[in-house]
């Protein structure tokens, strides 16, 4: 049973925040196919240097017994402890714009507490936008861009980017009730759901990060460079590749996911996938991006307030 106590404290040290500033939200867990979300997390730790603004507790959220923490083994002794991180951020993209981050685990335990946690804090910093990503295995091709599923209250971003639009029920993620609970309060809230390769789903797919990144900037306008995952990418696409054509039993699934998926697309309605080619997008693509992000903008829209 997890231990009573505060569900999270706030920093002493945190940072003025402005009010109005989007929030991305990246929690690993349940959905989180090709590693996607575990390496934006790391991505984004690594690359923007987030300052904690609320630290949630673990021994409230967290089961340790499933997802044990790290300690390291020096020889003879125990020279260090990393439990998992799960925090409210104030950080900046790659062009110094301000946005905070809900980044860390998927908490095990009191997901109405901490729900309704997350919406108080975010209608204290007054939260103009939400945006989460996840991902989930699906019998696509790696040599077709990986496409989306797009939830919420943000119908422009369905139409552009939502290639498909099941009826069904799934098993639910914290952020899944955290999106719900934003809608139900009337907040611009919108989830990206990554189709990520079945056959890929339990690796570290780099493209499958790249793809969230790439979500995330459609949704809020917010630029992140990736260059190290691209470098990644293109190492793993070649070791793929490598191992198709060794296998005749891999290039025949292969060849039949590409041909459902092309023949899927081309009777499709639906949107097209953010990713419009074979390749990762260059700069000019995701600068193209975001002025058609910034073009599709209501005016007055960066006045509105969760």
């Given amino acids: 049973m997890p231990t009573h106590g505060p569900l999270f404290e706030r920093s002493a040290s945190a940072p003025v925040v402005p009010h109005g500033l989007p929030l991305v939200i990246t929690m690993t867990g349940f959905t989180d196919a090709g590693g996607a979300v575990g390496q934006v997390v790391d991505h984004f730790r690594d ?9 949630f507790t673990n021994d409230v959220l967290l089961d340790y017994r499933a997802r044990r923490p790290i300690i390291s083994f020096d020889q003879d002794h125990l020279s260090d402890y990393r439990p ?10 790659a062009l110094g714009q301000p946005f905070l981050l809900l980044a860390g685990y998927e908490p095990d335990f009191a997901w109405d507490a901490f729900s309704q946690a997350v919406l108080d804090l975010a209608d204290d910093y007054g939260i103009s936008t939400v945006t989460w990503v996840h991902a989930i295995p699906m019998p696509v091709p790696h040599t077709r861009p990986i496409g989306t599923t797009v939830s919420g209250t943000r119908s422009d971003l369905t139409e552009a980017h939502s290639v498909w639009q099941p009826h069904t029920q799934v098993p639910s993620t914290a952020g899944h009730l955290l999106e719900y609970r934003f809608a139900e309060a009337g907040a611009s809230v919108a989830g990206f759901v990554l189709l990520v ?15 969230a990144l790439d979500s995330l900037t459609v949704a809020t306008g917010l630029v992140f460079s990736g260059d190290d995952l691209r470098e990644e990418n293109r190492d793993y696409v070649a070791k ?48 193209a991006e975001l002025e058609r992000f910034l073009a599709s903008r209501q005016t007055g829209e960066e006045d509105k307030r969760f």
């Fill in 47 to 55: 690359t923007l240097d987030p300052t904690p603004l609320v630290v």
């Fill in 84 to 93: 998992p991180r799960l925090e409210l951020s104030f950080t900046r993209d």
């Fill in 197 to 211: 390769p079945h056959y890929l789903g339990d690796t570290e797919y780099p493209a499958a990060a790249l793809a």
């Fill in 240 to 287: 793929v590749t490598d191992q198709v054509a060794g296998s005749e039993e891999l290039s025949r699934m292969l060849e039949g996911l590409e041909e459902r998926y092309d023949s899927y697309m081309a009777g499709s309605t639906l949107a097209t996938p953010i990713i419009h080619t074979g390749d990762l997008p260059s700069a000019d693509e995701l600068a």
